[in-house]
């Protein structure tokens, strides 16, 4: 009689298999997130850079950035945590000014819209993704943009704000200035 010995995985080699897989995992993982950030940041970028290019076309035909009590009250040196009202309301002003809209997104009379804003860019987000009122203008890290206009409300001062016209800054979730995308 012929004896058959059958095969099979030893503990050792199944636990072997899926330390392999685990890591395999953790690396794919790791990879994604940081990919998902690069994205975040180029988007958040390219939103700065859309979002200046219309103040500058509200400055072409109005003479004037939009400024308010908000935006000349932020200061980006001072300011450091995106979750503080205050960038809230300057981003609110700076959004109905741009849109030519009001908080409920309805068109205002008279009003020139300069920049489409994307409906992920409002804030706050409803269960459903939807934003009925928009709060504020919200960046790819789930924060609100920061609207500075507190140079030009302070002329010569050098110890206030970045640029003599406007600052526009992601703080990216971080209150270290050097991780912000800014247009200074």
Known sequence: MIERRQRAFTIIELLVVMAVIIVLAGL?????????????????????AAMSAALESYKADNGIYPRNNDTDTLDARQHLDATKPVYQQATLFLY???????????????????LSFKPQMLGPHDANGNVTTVQF???????????????????????????PTFDLWSTTGSTTTDQWIKNW
């Open 96 to 114: 109905e000014q741009l849109s030519g809209s009001n908080a409920q997104q309805q068109a205002t009379a008279g009003m020139k819209s300069y």
């Open 28 to 48: 794919i993982l790791g990879t994604s997130s940081y990919v998902q950030k690069k994205g975040a940041r180029s988007r958040a970028e390219a939103e700065i």
């Open 137 to 163: 203008v919200r960046d790819p890290f789930g924060n609100s943009y920061g609207y500075s206009t507190v140079q030009a409300a302070n002329p010569g001062s050098t110890s206030v704000g970045y640029n």
